[in-house]
């Protein structure tokens, strides 16, 4: 009640009377936060006469035999602001230092460094006085309290006593040494010219026992020195963390840091190459997310120089999880990874590629689709990038196609057949092998028969089953059961088999396979009755299937879309045009060599503005650090180009949007005629916000336990509550309020401001603030991600927002622009596919928070031909509803805002 404001004056004499003198440590803990909030002065500011008997109170707690109870009256008076209680206490303080306990020295220490940051002069000799006490304490808690004390009061006593026993910092606790790297730190930024003296004890402590030092430790260890050798000691060092650390978010802490040491010295061949085998200990993790970073860092890290040895590791990790019999989601999802992996070395480096493709072939044949999957998509992309390689691959894939059990992956497969097989062996060998899978022919025939060979047969011999039963009444009885099995033929081909399950897509594909294989089959064989004999088979197969889907044997029918296609390619082998064969012999294929194209291009556009480079002209002039001078950023600048440039120019000032600064941050809480005028200024980190509130009064009266009062809407959680002020006439202050963002989801926060008028009796008076809404683009950021990924997503996130187009733009890639830059979305469909003027627009849309989460969104709109305006959908699908909503809100404000303007 007391922090909200109420009064209770006539409370403080009973506390001092009844409870004052209790010995229990409970209510010790309980006074100790009543005299924390208990108002102390009264309306003139003078200290309270009943504060005497409570500074008496404190003094003989400080004098108590019970430890406990004097290192908890120490910490408290570390947060007691009022010089006139501490002043009498000062000579118990003091003696605290020469207590037994460690608890009690530690708290005094921790005493005297608060009483002398706020009143330096009840203790003028505070860093004296600890410099002598650090130099006789044992204590490794002790130590570090003291030394913290010196490095913030006086920095040189504590450099003196750090060199005075520079060789025992490897014998002092995690503790201290971890305020001794602190020290070095700021030491060495502030003097550049101290780094020598330290080097070797950071050096040293790069073996420490303790995880957290280590860790500190490198990081110092990076910004002292940029030499190789300590460059790779840092490198090393967080390996060795990643290893050996059992928490997998430490694992991913590291890594971070691992990351970012080598972007800072990405040019350090001899450092990327000795990284690289260090990097690959890490897959030793059990954690998925630690083994998918780890292998992302591993592929910037690759060369020519290590190439093959990173491939013959990763092909160790590939046998391996082939091994594992308990073949969890984990492993396959591993097994993908590893996948990729390889892929993008095979791509990058064609050296590699005969190594790699015998690997990935096993997978073909694994229960894991989605790694069988990313394998035939290498797969594709080597049959055309690399024709040295395009035998072996066929050959191999040949092989592997009786074995492949996925339908998706079997699609696929069929589909690189169809299209690389150019020679006659080659095209032979696929349609044997096409034969052999669907069995003999016509389909339909051959089932019906085989069905009444079935019917026909005596069924196999009965048989008694006997079970144990128990009564109502508890007695067992016998239970006797007759059973007959029928043989049924289950050892059908595979591709009958997907047929009769009515799988008739995967006919299609290939009826497409069997078509360019005749057709370039009449290319390159001499003999005419090889290439009719080939040309009817290929049209028996495609009859049979299209006989079997309008019959009732397959589970599901076939669609009229794949009949029309078989349809199609029956008439293609039939008539032969020449404009037909050209678009199944070398269309096809070079549609795909201009996909992959515009995806290496798209990769090499995202790569280039990843990128930092900085360049620097031959000719450019040498900035000397003597005339450099430090500005508030950190950056330095040079005096004498400034002094020039304002000379030649001027100081003119650039006109900036004010959208775009720090302005269109600041959000208006109460009116100017309010007699509180507050506005809040929103930092947005990576996952709280924090409100930095200015309070103006803007009347002539003192306003009393001035109280911010928050609330929240929304996955939004306010962490702490802003204290009471004391605010006097038309004066302003400060207040700051943080809040914990949870999920990217828009949140609302709301709230009104309390105070008493001094020397007014009555209510509380209130000032109702206005609603500040957190913008979720603070929170998205651009992401990309493949065709076949986003396909995954958009199947299984269930949450989907529909936002119909309302706009006053009437040019398609002006409005697609337009959302990309208000949702902070990345656009995944080819610039190539965007081009022309056909009317009609359709775009894939990715983005990613910084809490993991993805969101997806797809634009399809047309141009009407009587009026010009747009019309269309815009599909957004999200994991979360939260984010789905906040996404299609976004768009529809952007709409509306655009649509006014």
Known sequence: MMQAGEKMPGLLMHVIRYILPEQDHTIKKLLFIFWEIVPKRDAQGKLLTEMILVCDAYRKDLIHPNEFIRGSTLRFLCKVREPELLEPLMPSIRACLDNKYSYVRRNAVLALYTIYRNFEFLVPDAPELIQGYLEGEQDPSCKRNAFIMLIHTDQQRALTYLQSCIDEIGTFGDILQLVIVELIYKVCQAKPTERAKFIRTVYNLLSSNSASVRYEAAGTLVTLSSTPTAVKAAAKCYVELIVHESDNNVKLVVLDKLMKLQQDHRHDLALQQELSMDVLRILGSTDIEVRRKTLDFLM???????????????????????????????????????????????????????????????????????????????????????????????????????????????????????????????????????????????????????????????????????????????????????????????????????????????????????????????????????????????????ASIMHLGKSALPKKPISDDDVDWLSLCVRVLNDRSPILVSIFTRACRQSLQDMIG???????????????????????????????????????????????????????????????????????????????????????????????????????????????????????????????????????????????????????????????????????????????????????????????????????????????????????????????????????????????????????????SVFGEDALANISIEQLTDSGALSGHIRIRAKSQGMALSLGDKITHSQKKESGA
């Not at 999880?321 to 992996?341: E, I, W």
């Not at 092989?399 to 057949?417: E, Q, T």
């Not at 020039?644 to 100017?672: I, N, P």
Request: aromatic share 6%.
């Open 598 to 848: 515009t995806i290496d291009l798209t990769k090499l556009q995202l790569s280039e503005a990843e990128k930092d480079i900085v360049k620097t002209d031959v000719d450019a002039l040498i900035n000397f650090s003597h005339i450099l001078s430090n500005v508030n950023d950190g950056q330095a600048v040079d005096e004498l180009e400034l002094s020039l440039l304002q000379a030649t120019e001027g100081s003119k000032k650039k006109e900036t949007d004010v959208s775009t600064t720090a302005l269109s941050k600041v959000y208006q809480l109460t009116g100017f005629s309010d007699p509180i005028y507050a506005e809040a200024y929103i930092n947005v980190n990576q996952y709280d916000i924090v409100l930095d509130v200015l309070v103006v009064n803007q009347t002539p009266d003192t306003l009393q336990n001035l109280t911010l009062e928050l609330a929240t809407l929304g996955d939004l959680k306010l962490v702490d509550k802003p204290s009471p002020i004391t605010l006097a006439g038309n004066d302003f202050c400060n207040t700051k309020a943080q809040v914990k963002v949870a999920s990217t989801e828009t949140g609302i926060i709301f709230g009104n401001i309390v105070y008493d008028v001094s020397g007014v009796s009555g209510d509380k008076s209130c000032v109702v603030l206005n609603d500040i809404h957190i913008d979720i683009m603070d929170y998205i950021v651009p992401a990309t991600c493949s065709d076949t990924e986003f396909r995954k997503m958009w199947a299984e996130f269930e949450w989907e927002n529909k936002v119909s187009v309302q706009s006053n733009i009437t040019d398609m890639n002006l409005y697609l622009d337009h959302i990309l830059s208000s949702t902070n979305m990345r656009c995944l469909t080819p610039k190539q596919a965007l081009e022309g003027d056909c009317g009609f627009l359709a775009a894939n849309l990715y983005a990613k």
């Open 300 to 542: 910037s890290l690759i060369s020519l120089r290590n190439v093959k040895d990173v491939v013959s590791l990763l092909k160790k990790e590939v046998i391996k999880t082939y091994s594992n019999t308990d073949k969890d989601q984990n492993t396959k999802t591993y097994q993908q990874l590893l996948v990729k992996a390889l892929h993008q070395c095979g791509v990058k480096f064609p050296i590699t590629a005969e190594i790699v493709v015998p690997v990935l072939m096993d997978f073909l044949a694994e229960g894991n689709e989605k790694a069988a999957e990313s394998v035939l998509e290498f797969v594709r992309e080597a049959v055309t990038r690399f024709e040295n390689l395009q035998p072996s691959i066929i050959e191999k894939l040949l092989n592997s196609l009786p074995s492949i059990k996925s339908i998706s992956v079997l699609h696929a497969g069929l589909w690189i057949l169809g299209e690389y097989c150019t020679s006659e062996e080659q095209i032979r060998s696929m349609v044997d092998a096409v034969l052999e899978s669907i069995g003999d022919l016509p389909i339909v025939d051959t089932e019906i028969r085989e069905s009444t060979k079935d019917d026909t047969d005596t069924a196999a011999a009965p048989t008694v089953v006997s079970t144990s039963r128990v009564t109502a009444d508890g007695t067992y009885a016998t239970q006797s059961a007759l059973s007959t099995v029928t043989n049924h033929n289950d050892d059908k081909p595979q591709l009958r088999s997907f047929l009769l399950d009515g799988e008739f897509f995967l006919g299609a594909a290939l009826a497409t396979a069997l078509t360019k294989l005749s057709l370039r089959y009449q290319q390159v064989c001499a003999d005419a009755r090889a290439r009719n004999k080939l040309t009817a088979q290929s049209m028996l197969i495609l």
